[in-house]
């Protein structure tokens, strides 16, 4: 089982829509039961809000159910809970280092589970706050294209592993190329 938590600010835009996006990603390729995928912030300004407006309207426009979310601050004693802990921007990821700061496990590995989204991807870019930009679609078809990129890494990781389904196929390439094919045949980026 792959267990991610995507992590913004405030919990309410970027994060909630990555848990989403993803969440829509691994059920379009029939493996929910594989992924456990949570969002979280790193301050505490949101706790107990639903998603933004804006974040919710642009996943219904793409036909993405919105996950049942209130925000809330991720734990210094969560680290282990996670294979991947994926920040949105360079000041998420300062803030996860702060929180996981005191963490053993952390300390023991150099904070290996932590990552930017668009890293995924190999950009070194910041998903931009469309709570600053207003501009949800940008941050939507980042957002996709890392959910996306995660989504093949670790699909590589799958057929790397020499997995196999019950008819000899290869269950990490036929993952992306089901997820791909249902992907551009049901939306629209923008």
């Not at 974040?55 to 793409?62: E, M």
């Not at 950009?123 to 600053?132: H, N």
């Not at 939507?140 to 799958?158: F, H, I, S, W």
């Not at 057929?159 to 290869?170: H, I, K, M, V, W």
Request: aromatic share 8%; net charge positive; charged share 25%.
């Amino acid at each position: 089982m792959y267990r991610i938590l995507f992590v913004c600010h405030g919990n309410i835009c970027r994060s909630t829509m990555a848990q989403s996006v993803m969440a829509h990603l691994v059920a379009e390729a029939g493996r929910e039961d594989e992924f456990r995928i949570d969002s979280a912030a790193t301050s505490r300004e949101e706790i107990g809000n639903p998603p933004h407006r804006g974040t919710v309207s642009r996943l219904q426009r793409a036909g993405i159910a919105v996950v049942p979310h209130r925000a809330r601050q991720v734990r210094g004693d969560e680290y282990g809970d996670w294979d991947y802990i994926v920040g949105m921007d360079s000041e998420n990821m300062r803030g996860l280092s702060r929180i996981f700061s005191s963490n053993a496990a952390c300390r023991a590995d150099g904070g290996a589970k932590l990552a930017k989204l668009l890293s995924f991807a190999g950009s070194s870019r910041d998903v931009a706050d469309p709570w600053y930009t207003g501009d949800f679609d940008a941050t939507y078809a980042d957002v996709v294209n890392g959910c996306t990129a995660l989504l093949e890494m670790l699909a590589e990781r799958l057929r790397g592993a020499g997995l196999r389904d019950a008819g000899g196929g290869d269950r990490g390439r036929d993952l992306v190329r089901k997820l791909w094919r249902r992907w551009c045949a049901n939306h629209v980026l923008f």
